[in-house]
Protein backbone atom coordinates (compact mmCIF):
# COMPACT_ATOMS: atom_id res chain seq x y z
CA UNK A 1 0.00 0.00 0.00
CA UNK A 2 1.29 3.58 -0.59
CA UNK A 3 1.94 5.67 2.05
CA UNK A 4 3.32 9.15 2.45
CA UNK A 5 3.81 9.90 6.51
CA UNK A 6 4.98 12.94 7.12
CA UNK A 7 7.00 14.77 10.09
CA UNK A 8 4.96 16.62 12.64
CA UNK A 9 3.23 19.81 13.79
CA UNK A 10 6.34 22.39 14.08
CA UNK A 11 6.16 25.80 16.16
CA UNK A 12 8.66 28.13 15.32
CA UNK A 13 10.39 31.63 15.58
CA UNK A 14 10.74 34.01 13.12
CA UNK A 15 14.26 33.48 11.52
CA UNK A 16 14.48 30.32 12.98
CA UNK A 17 15.58 27.42 10.66
CA UNK A 18 13.15 24.20 9.84
CA UNK A 19 12.89 20.94 7.82
CA UNK A 20 10.31 18.44 7.47
CA UNK A 21 9.91 14.97 6.19
CA UNK A 22 7.55 13.07 4.45
CA UNK A 23 8.65 9.17 4.17
CA UNK A 24 7.38 6.89 1.97
CA UNK A 25 6.03 3.77 2.20
CA UNK A 26 4.98 0.79 -1.04
CA UNK A 27 6.32 2.31 -3.91
CA UNK A 28 9.93 2.80 -5.69
CA UNK A 29 11.14 5.97 -4.15
CA UNK A 30 14.03 6.26 -6.47
CA UNK A 31 10.81 5.93 -9.48
CA UNK A 32 8.42 8.82 -9.41
CA UNK A 33 8.90 12.50 -8.63
CA UNK A 34 7.44 13.94 -5.27
CA UNK A 35 6.34 17.18 -4.85
CA UNK A 36 5.50 19.88 -2.18
CA UNK A 37 2.07 21.73 -1.62
CA UNK A 38 1.30 24.61 0.74
CA UNK A 39 -1.99 25.89 2.22
CA UNK A 40 -1.67 29.07 4.26
CA UNK A 41 -4.80 29.62 6.76
CA UNK A 42 -7.97 29.65 4.83
CA UNK A 43 -6.12 29.45 1.75
CA UNK A 44 -6.18 26.95 -1.08
CA UNK A 45 -3.81 24.79 -2.30
CA UNK A 46 -0.56 26.21 -3.91
CA UNK A 47 2.47 23.88 -5.75
CA UNK A 48 5.66 24.49 -4.62
CA UNK A 49 8.13 22.16 -6.36
CA UNK A 50 8.57 18.73 -7.32
CA UNK A 51 11.87 16.27 -6.89
CA UNK A 52 12.90 13.54 -8.61
CA UNK A 53 14.85 11.62 -6.03
CA UNK A 54 16.85 8.94 -7.99
CA UNK A 55 19.03 12.20 -9.15
CA UNK A 56 17.84 14.84 -7.09
CA UNK A 57 16.85 16.59 -10.27
CA UNK A 58 14.12 19.75 -8.96
CA UNK A 59 12.19 22.04 -10.30
CA UNK A 60 10.40 25.15 -8.45
CA UNK A 61 7.93 27.17 -8.63
CA UNK A 62 8.75 30.36 -9.28
CA UNK A 63 6.84 32.13 -6.32
CA UNK A 64 9.01 29.49 -4.31
CA UNK A 65 12.56 29.65 -6.15
CA UNK A 66 14.89 30.95 -3.39
CA UNK A 67 12.69 30.69 -0.29
CA UNK A 68 12.64 26.77 -0.03
CA UNK A 69 14.76 23.68 -0.21
CA UNK A 70 13.73 20.33 -1.26
CA UNK A 71 16.49 17.23 -1.24
CA UNK A 72 15.65 13.62 -0.77
CA UNK A 73 17.56 10.24 0.45
CA UNK A 74 17.38 7.30 -1.10
CA UNK A 75 18.55 5.34 1.84
CA UNK A 76 15.89 5.72 3.71
CA UNK A 77 12.91 6.66 1.38
CA UNK A 78 12.40 10.25 2.54
CA UNK A 79 12.18 13.79 1.28
CA UNK A 80 12.48 16.67 2.91
CA UNK A 81 10.94 20.44 2.51
CA UNK A 82 13.55 22.80 4.29
CA UNK A 83 13.88 26.76 5.09
CA UNK A 84 16.98 28.80 6.71
CA UNK A 85 15.27 31.87 7.94
CA UNK A 86 11.59 31.34 8.64
CA UNK A 87 8.90 34.16 8.15
CA UNK A 88 5.31 34.38 9.76
CA UNK A 89 4.55 33.90 6.02
CA UNK A 90 5.50 30.55 6.20
CA UNK A 91 2.48 30.00 8.52
CA UNK A 92 0.02 27.07 6.64
CA UNK A 93 0.24 23.30 6.47
CA UNK A 94 2.86 21.56 3.93
CA UNK A 95 1.61 18.40 2.15
CA UNK A 96 3.77 16.24 0.36
CA UNK A 97 2.20 14.39 -2.82
CA UNK A 98 3.77 11.36 -5.19
CA UNK A 99 3.17 12.76 -9.09
CA UNK A 100 2.22 10.29 -11.48
CA UNK A 101 3.20 10.53 -15.06
CA UNK A 102 1.08 8.58 -17.80
CA UNK A 103 -0.64 10.63 -20.46
CA UNK A 104 -1.12 12.97 -17.99
CA UNK A 105 0.43 13.91 -14.55
CA UNK A 106 -1.39 14.00 -11.07
CA UNK A 107 -0.89 13.42 -7.73
CA UNK A 108 -2.29 10.25 -6.72
CA UNK A 109 -1.25 9.79 -3.06
CA UNK A 110 -0.94 12.43 -0.59
CA UNK A 111 0.53 12.54 2.84
CA UNK A 112 -1.47 13.68 5.88
CA UNK A 113 0.39 16.87 5.96
CA UNK A 114 2.60 19.20 8.42
CA UNK A 115 0.86 22.16 9.81
CA UNK A 116 3.91 25.14 10.45
CA UNK A 117 3.56 27.95 12.94
CA UNK A 118 5.72 30.78 12.67
CA UNK A 119 5.61 33.42 15.72
CA UNK A 120 7.18 35.27 17.55
CA UNK B 1 -2.88 33.66 -7.14
CA UNK B 2 -5.17 30.86 -8.70
CA UNK B 3 -5.22 31.13 -12.33
CA UNK B 4 -7.80 28.42 -12.35
CA UNK B 5 -11.12 29.65 -11.21
CA UNK B 6 -13.71 27.58 -8.91
CA UNK B 7 -16.91 28.97 -7.28
CA UNK B 8 -16.06 29.51 -3.49
CA UNK B 9 -19.33 27.55 -2.14
CA UNK B 10 -21.73 25.37 -3.23
CA UNK B 11 -24.54 23.33 -1.55
CA UNK B 12 -27.17 20.49 -1.58
CA UNK B 13 -29.72 18.39 0.38
CA UNK B 14 -28.87 14.79 0.82
CA UNK B 15 -29.70 12.99 -2.46
CA UNK B 16 -28.95 16.04 -4.97
CA UNK B 17 -26.63 16.76 -7.40
CA UNK B 18 -24.12 19.22 -7.20
CA UNK B 19 -21.68 20.57 -10.29
CA UNK B 20 -18.45 22.33 -9.33
CA UNK B 21 -17.12 24.23 -12.54
CA UNK B 22 -13.45 25.24 -13.07
CA UNK B 23 -12.41 27.61 -15.17
CA UNK B 24 -9.51 28.30 -16.89
CA UNK B 25 -7.68 29.30 -20.23
CA UNK B 26 -5.51 28.07 -23.23
CA UNK B 27 -2.28 27.42 -21.59
CA UNK B 28 -3.75 25.21 -18.73
CA UNK B 29 -7.03 23.24 -19.38
CA UNK B 30 -7.30 24.64 -23.05
CA UNK B 31 -4.17 22.86 -23.43
CA UNK B 32 -5.18 19.53 -23.22
CA UNK B 33 -2.74 18.62 -20.51
CA UNK B 34 -5.86 17.13 -18.28
CA UNK B 35 -7.71 18.30 -15.54
CA UNK B 36 -7.72 16.39 -11.86
CA UNK B 37 -10.24 16.93 -8.54
CA UNK B 38 -9.01 16.32 -5.42
CA UNK B 39 -11.34 16.35 -2.54
CA UNK B 40 -9.73 17.84 1.27
CA UNK B 41 -12.13 16.96 4.34
CA UNK B 42 -11.59 17.88 7.84
CA UNK B 43 -8.63 16.54 9.15
CA UNK B 44 -7.47 13.91 6.42
CA UNK B 45 -4.98 14.21 3.90
CA UNK B 46 -5.96 15.48 0.34
CA UNK B 47 -7.57 12.12 -1.85
CA UNK B 48 -7.43 12.01 -5.42
CA UNK B 49 -11.16 12.00 -6.82
CA UNK B 50 -10.44 12.40 -10.74
CA UNK B 51 -7.65 12.57 -12.91
CA UNK B 52 -6.94 12.60 -16.48
CA UNK B 53 -10.76 15.32 -16.90
CA UNK B 54 -13.07 11.94 -16.40
CA UNK B 55 -10.97 9.01 -15.04
CA UNK B 56 -11.59 7.88 -11.82
CA UNK B 57 -9.48 6.13 -9.31
CA UNK B 58 -9.83 2.56 -7.84
CA UNK B 59 -12.08 3.19 -4.83
CA UNK B 60 -14.07 6.14 -5.69
CA UNK B 61 -17.84 6.17 -5.56
CA UNK B 62 -19.02 6.06 -9.22
CA UNK B 63 -21.25 9.42 -7.46
CA UNK B 64 -18.11 11.37 -8.76
CA UNK B 65 -17.40 12.29 -12.43
CA UNK B 66 -15.87 14.70 -14.29
CA UNK B 67 -15.62 16.79 -17.72
CA UNK B 68 -13.65 18.97 -19.91
CA UNK B 69 -14.95 21.65 -22.47
CA UNK B 70 -12.84 23.81 -24.05
CA UNK B 71 -10.88 25.69 -21.03
CA UNK B 72 -13.13 24.64 -18.22
CA UNK B 73 -14.03 21.60 -16.51
CA UNK B 74 -16.63 20.04 -14.09
CA UNK B 75 -17.07 17.76 -11.10
CA UNK B 76 -20.35 16.38 -10.59
CA UNK B 77 -21.48 14.80 -7.64
CA UNK B 78 -24.39 12.62 -7.52
CA UNK B 79 -27.02 11.24 -4.93
CA UNK B 80 -25.00 14.34 -2.59
CA UNK B 81 -23.89 12.49 1.12
CA UNK B 82 -23.20 14.52 4.47
CA UNK B 83 -19.62 12.73 3.82
CA UNK B 84 -19.08 14.62 0.91
CA UNK B 85 -19.01 17.96 2.77
CA UNK B 86 -15.71 19.60 2.74
CA UNK B 87 -13.20 21.47 -0.26
CA UNK B 88 -12.33 20.48 -3.68
CA UNK B 89 -9.83 21.39 -5.92
CA UNK B 90 -9.57 21.11 -9.73
CA UNK B 91 -5.60 21.04 -11.12
CA UNK B 92 -3.79 20.99 -14.15
CA UNK B 93 -0.51 21.76 -16.15
CA UNK B 94 -0.02 25.04 -17.29
CA UNK B 95 2.50 25.71 -20.01
CA UNK B 96 2.86 29.38 -19.81
CA UNK B 97 3.72 28.69 -16.41
CA UNK B 98 5.55 25.78 -16.32
CA UNK B 99 4.26 24.46 -13.37
CA UNK B 100 0.71 22.69 -11.98
CA UNK B 101 -1.64 25.04 -10.96
CA UNK B 102 -4.66 24.44 -8.38
CA UNK B 103 -7.86 25.98 -8.74
CA UNK B 104 -9.37 28.80 -5.99
CA UNK B 105 -11.64 25.63 -4.21
CA UNK B 106 -14.99 24.98 -3.57
CA UNK B 107 -16.62 24.50 -0.50
CA UNK B 108 -19.67 21.93 -0.72
CA UNK B 109 -21.99 21.96 2.13
CA UNK B 110 -24.97 19.47 2.69
CA UNK B 111 -28.06 21.10 3.61
Known sequence: EVQLVQSGAEVKKPGESL???????????DSYWLGWVRQMPG??????????PDDSETRYSPSFQGQVTMSA?????????????????????????RLVSESTVYFDHWGQGTPVTVSS | ?????????????????????????????GAGHGVHWYQLLPGTAPKLLIYGDNNRPSG???????????TSASLAITGLQGEDEGDYYCQAYDSSL????????????VL
Open chain 1, 19 to 29: KISCKIYGYSF
Open chain 1, 43 to 52: KGLEWMGIIY
Open chain 1, 73 to 97: DTSINTAYLQWRSLKASDTAIYYCA
Open chain 2, 1 to 29: QSVLTQPPSVSGAPGQRVTLSCTGSSSNI
Open chain 2, 60 to 70: VPNRFSGSKSG
Open chain 2, 98 to 109: SGYVFGTGTKVT
